[in-house]
């Protein structure tokens, strides 16, 4: 069984930082793409970043410049610093994991159960 678990949200002033970890554990797979998704009242889950095992990464526009994803393969973590935290980053910041399972290779997704993220201003 796979289990994602997010930590690190909270309560920010508008121009503070975050850093935001992610865990994924279990077996029979291997992690491929971890990122970052985050859902506003109201609005549709969005892409926040990404990051491939080779390293190669993608940010959406709003967040570029502010948000720096990066993962630690060994320990099965990604990790996202925000900073410049704007009101609008205010969300529920979900971790999401693609993966292959080893034995047949079939492509898996895995989803954290979320972590608050609320910016002041």
């Known amino acids: 069984q796979v289990q994602v678990a997010e930590s690190g949200g909270g309560l920010v002033q508008s121009g503070g930082s975050l850093n935001l970890a992610c865990t994924v554990s279990?077996?029979?797979?291997?992690?491929?793409?971890m990122g970052w998704y985050r859902q506003a009242p109201g609005k549709q889950r969005q892409l926040v970043a990404r990051q491939a095992s080779g390293g190669s990464t993608y940010y959406a526009d709003s967040v570029k410049g502010r948000f720096t994803i990066s993962r630690d393969n060994a320990k099965n973590q990604v990790y996202l610093q925000m900073n410049n935290l704007k009101p609008e980053d205010t969300a529920v910041y979900y971790c999401n994991v693609e993966g292959r399972t080893t034995m047949s290779l079939r492509v898996v997704y895995y989803w954290g159960q979320g972590t608050q993220v609320t910016v002041s201003s």
């Open positions: 279990g077996s029979g797979f291997r992690t491929d793409v």
